[in-house]
């Protein structure tokens, strides 16, 4: 049964240029709590501006996210409900991150674990998107 909560980060730092030593170079996936943006660019989940002096950027844009999970073996079939992307473990497992649209609403997937996607979305739409999960969870359930 898929259970949706909001995630506690402490702070989210855009870093651009060149990668450090662990972040990850391939396209749409993530090293721990660091997400693939684009080719020079990355999110930092916990970072901080000062570790980053040396890049090209590095903006704390923790005011620009929400942060929800959800979890359950039945997540990805909820999350399916409104998203277009292959969310099947086999495709999107850990590791794996990727901006898309779910309902509607543009956000940042990362698969935290097996049965756990977190879902990045600006703090205007996040009301909305929670709704949205909430229902789809209920119709899951059905």
Known sequence: MAVLREVPVEAQVLVRGEPRP?????PNTSAGDVLWL?????????????EY??????VDVSAARVVLELAGDDAREVLAQGCSLDLRSGSFGPGRCAQTLVARTE???HCAG???IRLLVRPSFAPYLRAWLEDAIDGVRR
């Open 22 to 26: 662990r972040f990850p170079l391939e």
């Open 107 to 109: 956000a940042i997937l």
């Open 114 to 116: 097996d049965d756990a």
């Open 53 to 58: 002096a040396d890049a090209a950027v590095a």
């Open 38 to 50: 684009g080719p020079d660019e990355w999110l930092v989940l916990g970072g901080r501006e000062a």
